[in-house]
């Protein structure tokens, strides 16, 4: 059982950035991938980025690539989404998302583990 907790949203002007985090309970973190979705107001939730378990392997967002980077410290249970040069249509909620030993996916039902979410609002 894992639990995810999001944190450092918060409002910010066209072209700044923001990192968000993902701290996770438990011991076998490592051994989980984790993803980032957002969900913006009147919208579906969509892929953002995701690294697999072990840290290796990463995958964004074609809207996000370049701007964002998605990276974990397994000594704090801990992943960040670094998002830089920000947009006023990355205004979102977003979510991060884990299971165990997945490859990274962009697929919601690929993700067992969820967190509440932290709201990011993007201003022109």
């Known amino acids: 059982q894992v639990q995810l907790v999001e944190s450092g949203g918060g409002s910010v002007q066209a072209g700044d950035s923001l990192r968000l985090s993902c701290a996770a309970s438990g011991r076998t973190f490592s051994t989980y991938a984790t993803a980032w979705f957002r969900q913006a107001p009147g919208k579906e939730r969509e892929f953002v980025a995701c690294i697999r378990w072990g840290g290796g392997s990463t995958s964004y967002e074609d809207s996000v690539k370049g701007r964002y980077t998605i990276s974990r410290d397994n000594a704090k249970n801990t992943v960040y989404l670094q998002m830089n040069s920000l947009k006023p249509e990355d205004t979102a909620v977003y979510y991060c998302?884990?299971?165990?030993?997945?490859?990274?996916?962009?697929?919601?039902?690929?993700?067992?583990?969820w967190g509440q979410g932290t709201q990011v609002i993007v201003s022109s």
């Open positions: 998302a884990a299971d165990r030993y997945l490859t990274c996916s962009d697929r919601e039902g690929a993700y067992t583990y």
